[in-house]
């Protein structure tokens, strides 16, 4: 993510659309839906649809927070294919 081109704009931390140094699930979904399915729904909420592709619109420092995201709660839920599968659109959008 840190090689992501140059022309994908690196915004402010503030105005940022991912956030994910500031990653947290609603404590609701999680109750609801279990902690895995929560950090899908709150990923969903940030990327936006993966329907036609996974597309990256920012660079710098948030998105790269996105991995320390998943290695946490890919940690706490070892084997769920949801939080893979994460990891390999992002790496598939990252690659372009």
Not at 22 to 28: L, P, V
Not at 78 to 88: A, M, R, S, T, Y
Not at 91 to 96: I, R
């Amino acid at each position: 993510l840190e090689a992501l081109p140059m022309h994908i704009p690196v915004p402010l931390a503030a105005e940022s659309r991912y956030k994910f140094s500031d990653f947290s699930t609603d404590a609701e979904w999680a109750a609801d839906i279990g902690e895995a399915g929560a950090v899908n729904r709150e990923l969903e909420v940030r990327f936006g649809s993966r329907v036609d592709g996974l597309k990256l619109t920012e660079r710098g420092p948030e998105i790269e927070a996105v991995i320390d995201v998943l290695e946490t709660w890919i940690e706490k839920c070892p084997g769920d294919i949801i939080l893979e599968k994460w990891v390999h659109d992002i790496l598939e959008a990252a690659q372009g």
